[in-house]
């Protein structure tokens, strides 16, 4: 267990609808990434934000937006879906310094 | 940008034999790390192994070892006495010092073989 939790696990909606996925970090990381994986493919990076600022951003689409609130957990925004946003997404964290990530479980998000 | 290159798709080993998986990354940074993630079919993402590239010395974890060649920008891991449970996909990484994206290869589907 890495200390890192996601929800919800599963998530099945349909094609145009929005949905929000949810990451809490470890006690005391201050960053937090998403990342998507699609089928059979490594993870892309999406975004990250470090104590509730956005700090890096990847290959996300305007469709998708994120944010961390205060109490560190984030949020990931995915809207106006398309059968190809069906993936993993993952969210990790980490501290300044250890230059280490840690991964959640993952949000299966299956759009039909 | 970075890139992480995996060439072998898939692989598999008899139980208790070695296997190494190959990975280049391409860079203009001389300050950075790189990764070995492991997928097993939970889809969890586990941390293997960790390699700072200001180190000379290869990194172990148990049965898990790489061979770092900077000059090569090469990365392999090689896992001895393979177990079943070592089945997996298993990812490359690359994360940039100072910069925390981690940029990740395509993976390579490993099958431990009784």
């Known amino acids: 267990d890495s200390g890192v939790t996601q929800t919800p696990k599963h998530l099945i909606t349909a094609t145009g609808q929005r949905v929000t996925l949810r990451c809490s970090p470890r006690s005391g990381d201050l960053s937090v990434y998403w990342y998507q994986q699609s089928l059979d493919q490594g993870l892309q990076f999406l975004i990250q934000?470090?104590?509730?600022?956005?700090?890096a951003k990847g290959n996300i689409l305007e469709r998708f937006s994120a944010q961390q609130f205060p109490d560190l957990h984030s949020e990931l925004n995915l809207s106006s879906l398309e059968l190809g946003d069906s993936a993993l997404y993952f969210c990790a964290s980490s501290w300044e310094g250890l230059n280490e990530q840690f991964f959640g479980p993952g949000t299966r998000l299956t759009v039909l | 940008a970075q890139t992480v290159t995996q060439s072998q798709p898939e692989m598999s080993v008899q139980e208790a034999e070695t296997v190494t998986l190959s990975c280049t990354y391409d860079t203009s940074e001389s300050n950075y790390y790189l990764f070995w993630y492991k997928q097993p079919p939970s889809r969890q993402m586990i941390l293997v192994i960790r390699?700072?590239?200001?180190?000379?010395q290869n990194a172990t974890e148990n049965r898990f070892s790489v061979n770092f060649q900077k000059a090569a920008k090469s990365f392999s891991l090689k896992i001895s006495d393979s177990q079943l449970g070592d089945t997996a996909m298993y990812f490359c990484?690359?994360?940039?010092?100072?910069?925390?994206?981690?940029?990740f290869g395509t993976g390579t589907k490993l099958q431990v073989i009784p």
């Open positions: 934000y470090y104590n509730g600022e956005e700090r």
């Open positions: 390699q700072e590239a200001y180190k000379q």
């Open positions: 990484a690359f994360m940039k010092e100072g910069y925390q994206k981690v940029t």
